[in-house]
């Protein structure tokens, strides 16, 4: 899954980036409303967590652009302030929950995985397709008796390819989700990474495939 952060406190950001991080999550993070909206509006996103105090322009007001322009990423909004009317504007506009700083990093990660299950996206331990399983929990890669580890990326391109089984997933997608909008990836390291997961799964002797659709992207197949 991809979250986006919008927060104005840099050291508060770097902290929640690198916990989603080590939880598995691909993590974008900016510091201001309009980079946020910006962001936002590329549909890209699984979750974006949104604080309500922003230079150049608001939290509520970001929310409101968004789901002004069709976006229906789930939002959890953070503030600082206690007061009711916060609350009530975030939700109002289109926030899926609520969060008030500070807050344990563990009631967050509850919420995320609780919003994402209200989207219809329940995060199951494993994913299949054919004979292959992949573990959510352990970055786990499976074939009958045989397993093979993935690394971060490996692990994180093969997720959005199990979840988007028979869908052909262009490039352009796959850096956005895996390296992010300001890397400087480019298709050959998509590339790459798809042929040291081709051979992963020959090695584990699996029936399924990842197909390549000429000058578009891959998708993967049983």
């Known amino acids: 899954m991809k979250i986006l952060i919008v927060e104005d406190e840099v050291r508060l950001c770097e902290a929640l980036a690198e916990i989603l991080k080590k939880n598995k999550y691909i993590v974008d993070a900016v510091h201001d409303g309009e980079s946020g909206l910006d962001y936002g509006l590329s549909g890209v996103y699984d979750a974006i967590i949104l ?6 322009m608001d939290g509520v007001e970001v929310l409101r652009q968004l789901r002004a322009n069709h976006i229906s990423t789930p939002v959890i909004m953070l503030t600082a302030r206690y007061m009711t009317g916060d609350k009530v504007g975030g939700l109002d506009a289109g926030a899926d929950d609520y969060l008030t700083k500070p807050f344990e990093t563990e009631e967050l990660l509850a919420r995320l ?4 299950r209200r989207k219809g996206e329940v995060q199951s331990e494993n994913l299949s397709i054919g004979d292959l399983s992949l573990n959510t929990h352990t970055s786990v ?6 397993t093979i580890p993935l690394s971060l990326k490996e692990f994180q391109m093969m997720e959005i390819l199990f979840r988007n089984a028979d869908r052909i997933i262009t490039k352009e997608l796959l850096i956005e989700k895996v390296w992010g909008f300001d890397s400087e990836a480019v298709h050959n390291n998509v590339e790459v990474y798809v042929s040291f997961l081709r051979k992963k799964m020959k090695h584990l002797e699996s029936q399924v495939e990842i197909q390549t659709a000429r000058g578009i992207g891959y998708r993967i197949k049983q």
Do not use: E, F, N, Q
């Open 141 to 146: 890669l499976s074939c009958g008796d045989k």
């Open 51 to 56: 604080d309500i105090m922003l230079p150049k």
């Open 113 to 116: 995985r609780a919003m994402t």
